[in-house]
């Protein structure tokens, strides 16, 4: 059963590689973005119910991914992953704390709460 399609942007190919694969065992459908302009072709040419920041994605990037997403008027939620600091990212709906059981609730939990939350 696929519980969502989510678009992954990460500039670290093992960390990447980790999380899709946690995400895809956890029944979700991933598509990897490696650099910004892959993440936006992607975004625009896809159907996404969420998308992941990385921490290895430079601040500007996640910036400019976000604000180009909300200028486009779509509400899919945008979570972020925190470092290996716990740093937040004010650019995104939630942060995530890296860890597989921290990491997929994380998800599920973000993508529930789009659904229960009204378009604008």
Known sequence: ????????VGFDPSLMTTRVLVL???????IKAWSFEEAVDHFRSGDFDLILLCHSVPATDRERLTSLIQASGSCIPIVSIAGSRGECDACANSTLEDGPNKFVAGIRDALIKAARTPAA
């Open 1 to 8: 059963m696929m519980l969502g399609m989510v678009l992954a």
């Open 24 to 30: 895809q065992s956890a029944g979700y459908v991933v």
